[in-house]
């Protein structure tokens, strides 16, 4: 048995552990409507452009450095098939460049953690961070943040058998799931302080806990929930309503950089002609059986 | 700098209990490790080819693949075959199964300084095979490989920050890091601090390692 064949047989192992349907990867996007309403996204003109240094300088680099993520299921996934990135943050993102550049395409990708998110800001190596990134006043002291551009609340997944949590208010003493560098350890710590918290580094690994009843619950986003559910054979539910305060997503920019005032305005516009509604429809919505377009969050 | 020392003021204590908790995963993790690479090492001398057979396959498997897919592997894909270990077993056994491999292959570099002429000596005086492995061979070869085990387990000691792939009960230094990162936006300021007690740690093993090597060396 070569270290080859060893190595395969773990992928595979690895792969069959994953593979159950009911905690799959949940419902794809639609890839051609997606891509269809990037391209329809508007074009800012000259002065637009000028207004702002920030933009300019993307201008005139010819293309907008991101930081962001390729595994996020419903806001930025990594296609492999034709390496293009689709989600609610991506299309934000692709929708913002073609409005600064006129092509959506010229993207420099840059994978950031939640532990480098701010340090790249601060580097200048990248020009926006725009991965489900938490509005906090800690990561606002270092950075400046556009947006909101999205809220999420978190809800609770359980087993489809389980009668004993029928909502948050059950999660004394269990073992519940979230993820490692969300907002899921804080809210779990203010609504749920006797749970035992189990983090997980990614949603997917979080999802095997549950199935293989290493944890009772898994706490997170809502909307990854739903769509988690999506492909459900019924083995999994949620238990109760979402919860929490709301958690605002918004964009990291280099501190006291003026492309918040342009982003802000350009979020304004997409939100006021309906791209904002059609995007969460296409990205969230539809992936998580939820017909109306919920209201943007309030840009102050 | 100035970061640092706020870290440090609200971290503190945090960042001595994780430094703990590395050093007593390094321990955890060496100890059946080390002593298990002696076991194999020794079985592979014996001349029973398909047993010689099995225990390379065991030393190239774990020397071989890369530690973070072998937990990932043990904590997510051994649950679909009804095998369920705790976090920090299944931490603890990761580290000690690829320190083991290391250890029986760095040992068997040292068993090959022993000179055949001191085997057969020692035979042809009526001792006994394990009695020659355990009385001559062994000695000699763990006196060779001080070094080689030094850096074996300075290595082991920063693998330790594997424990941050899954929910590892408590924080060692590296799941702290992340912890801080997300709490206060502090992510490099708090990652230049671990390292400096990972660099600190394996500055303290080599150094000891060395004073070790010196007072078992084998003049040739």
Not at chain 1, 9 to 18: H, Q
């Amino acid at each position: 048995m070569s270290i080859k064949t060893i190595l395969k047989s773990t992928v595979a192992a690895l792969a069959f552990a994953s593979a159950g349907p009911l905690f799959a990867q949940g419902t794809a996007i639609d890839t051609a409507a997606f891509d269809a309403l990037v391209a329809r996204g508007p074009v800012a003109d000259a002065a637009t452009i000028a207004s702002s240094t920030w933009a300019t300088k993307i201008k005139q680099a010819g293309s907008l450095r991101l930081g962001g993520t390729q595994t996020s299921n419903l806001f930025s996934l990594l296609n492999e098939k034709d390496g293009k990135m689709r989600g609610f943050d991506a299309g934000i993102t692709q929708l913002l460049t073609r409005y600064i550049l006129g092509d959506a395409a010229k993207v420099q990708f840059t994978q950031v953690s939640s532990s480098t998110r701010e340090q790249v800001l601060i580097n200048n190596q990248v020009d926006m961070v725009l991965a489900t990134y938490s509005i906090t006043p800690a990561r606002a002291e270092k950075i400046s943040f556009a947006g909101p551009y999205y809220t999420s609340q978190a809800g609770v997944l359980v087993k489809a058998n389980n009668k004993a949590i029928q909502s948050y208010n059950d999660l004394a003493g269990k073992k519940v799931a979230t993820q490692a560098g969300s907002t899921g350890p804080a809210i779990l710590a203010q609504f749920a302080p006797k749970a035992v918290v189990q983090e997980f580094q990614t949603h997917q690994e979080a999802l095997d806990a549950l199935r293989q009843g290493r944890v009772d619950a898994y706490v997170t986003d809502y909307t990854l929930l739903l769509n988690a559910l999506s492909l459900g054979t019924g083995d999994a539910k949620l238990a109760g309503a979402p919860f929490g305060a709301q958690d605002p997503y918004g964009i990291g920019l280099p501190k006291g950089s003026d492309g918040v005032a342009f982003i802000n305005a350009f979020l304004k516009k997409i939100e006021a002609d309906g791209t904002w509604a059609k995007l969460w429809t296409v990205s969230i919505g539809q992936r998580t059986g939820s017909t109306t377009a919920p209201t943007p969050p309030a840009i102050p | 700098m100035g970061e640092v020392h706020k870290l440090l003021a609200d971290y503190g204590p945090a960042f001595g209990q994780a430094l703990l908790l590395t050093w007593k995963l390094t321990a955890l993790s060496f100890v059946p490790g080390f002593a298990l690479g002696v076991v194999v090492a020794v079985l592979r001398l014996l001349p029973l080819p398909p047993l010689r057979g099995a225990l390379t396959a065991y030393v190239e498997v774990f020397r071989n693949i890369p530690t973070v897919g072998l937990l990932i592997f043990i904590v997510f894909a051994l649950p679909d075959l009804n095998v369920v270990l705790d976090y920090d077993t299944a931490v603890v056994l990761t580290l000690a199964l690829v320190c083991s491999a290391f250890t029986a292959d760095y040992l068997r570099s040292g068993i090959n300084t022993v000179d055949s002429g001191q085997i057969e000596a020692a035979l042809s005086l009526g001792m006994r095979p394990i009695t020659v492995i355990t009385a001559i061979v062994l000695p000699q070869a763990l006196r060779t490989v001080v070094q080689p085990v030094t850096s074996l387990l300075i290595a082991l000691m920063l693998s330790t920050s594997l424990a941050s792939q899954v929910p590892f009960p408590g924080r060692e230094l590296t799941a702290l890091v992340s912890k801080i990162a997300n709490e206060s936006a502090a992510g490099i300021a708090a990652f230049a601090v671990a390292a400096a007690l990972y660099v600190t740690t394996g500055l303290v093993i080599g150094w000891l390692g060395g004073l070790l090597e010196r007072r078992l060396r084998i003049l040739r």
